[in-house]
Protein backbone atom coordinates (compact mmCIF):
# COMPACT_ATOMS: atom_id res chain seq x y z
CA UNK A 1 0.00 0.00 0.00
CA UNK A 2 1.27 3.05 -1.11
CA UNK A 3 -0.16 5.44 1.64
CA UNK A 4 1.58 2.91 4.66
CA UNK A 5 5.66 3.39 2.93
CA UNK A 6 7.90 2.62 5.47
CA UNK A 7 5.76 1.26 7.98
CA UNK A 8 4.77 4.97 8.50
CA UNK A 9 0.84 5.80 10.07
CA UNK A 10 -0.49 8.25 7.83
CA UNK A 11 -3.98 10.04 8.61
CA UNK A 12 -6.33 11.24 6.00
CA UNK A 13 -6.75 14.91 6.11
CA UNK A 14 -9.12 15.81 2.80
CA UNK A 15 -10.95 14.22 0.65
CA UNK A 16 -12.11 15.83 -2.81
CA UNK A 17 -14.47 13.90 -5.51
CA UNK A 18 -15.19 14.74 -9.22
CA UNK A 19 -18.14 12.69 -11.31
CA UNK A 20 -17.48 11.91 -14.68
CA UNK A 21 -18.87 10.56 -17.96
CA UNK A 22 -16.56 8.99 -20.47
CA UNK A 23 -17.48 11.31 -23.79
CA UNK A 24 -14.71 9.41 -26.44
CA UNK A 25 -12.87 6.52 -25.63
CA UNK A 26 -11.14 3.50 -28.26
CA UNK A 27 -13.65 0.74 -26.73
CA UNK A 28 -17.35 1.31 -27.61
CA UNK A 29 -18.52 -0.03 -24.48
CA UNK A 30 -16.99 3.03 -22.26
CA UNK A 31 -18.60 5.51 -24.01
CA UNK A 32 -21.26 6.56 -21.33
CA UNK A 33 -19.47 4.86 -18.95
CA UNK A 34 -19.53 6.84 -15.36
CA UNK A 35 -16.94 7.78 -12.56
CA UNK A 36 -15.51 9.03 -9.75
CA UNK A 37 -12.38 10.74 -9.55
CA UNK A 38 -11.22 10.66 -6.16
CA UNK A 39 -8.39 12.60 -4.69
CA UNK A 40 -7.16 11.77 -0.93
CA UNK A 41 -5.13 14.59 1.24
CA UNK A 42 -2.69 12.76 3.72
CA UNK A 43 0.24 13.10 6.23
CA UNK A 44 2.47 11.65 8.90
CA UNK A 45 0.35 11.20 11.47
CA UNK A 46 3.43 12.44 14.09
CA UNK A 47 3.61 15.36 11.69
CA UNK A 48 7.17 14.81 10.24
CA UNK A 49 6.38 15.36 6.74
CA UNK A 50 4.63 16.94 4.24
CA UNK A 51 0.98 16.14 3.17
CA UNK A 52 0.62 14.06 -0.18
CA UNK A 53 -1.99 13.58 -2.46
CA UNK A 54 -3.06 10.03 -3.39
CA UNK A 55 -5.55 10.17 -6.74
CA UNK A 56 -7.87 7.45 -7.28
CA UNK A 57 -10.24 6.80 -10.33
CA UNK A 58 -12.94 4.47 -9.22
CA UNK A 59 -16.27 2.89 -10.91
CA UNK A 60 -19.58 3.98 -8.92
CA UNK A 61 -19.70 0.49 -7.40
CA UNK A 62 -16.58 1.10 -6.14
CA UNK A 63 -17.23 4.37 -5.16
CA UNK A 64 -19.81 3.75 -3.46
CA UNK A 65 -18.29 0.76 -1.23
CA UNK A 66 -15.09 2.89 -0.71
CA UNK A 67 -17.52 5.46 1.11
CA UNK A 68 -19.72 2.97 3.18
CA UNK A 69 -16.30 2.26 4.23
CA UNK A 70 -15.43 5.61 5.23
CA UNK A 71 -18.65 5.79 6.99
CA UNK A 72 -18.25 2.32 9.01
CA UNK A 73 -14.45 4.07 10.28
CA UNK A 74 -16.17 7.09 11.12
CA UNK A 75 -18.92 5.40 13.34
CA UNK A 76 -15.75 3.23 15.01
CA UNK A 77 -13.94 6.67 16.19
CA UNK A 78 -16.83 8.34 17.12
CA UNK A 79 -17.62 5.46 19.73
CA UNK A 80 -14.41 4.75 20.62
Sequence with gaps: AEGCKGGMSQRLVGLDWKFG?????DELQAVGSS?????L???PKD???EERVVPM???LPQFYNFL?????AKATLDNA
Design 47 to 49: GSG
Design 21 to 25: VTASS
Design 35 to 39: FVLVR
Design 57 to 59: ELT
Design 41 to 43: RVA
Design 68 to 72: HELEK
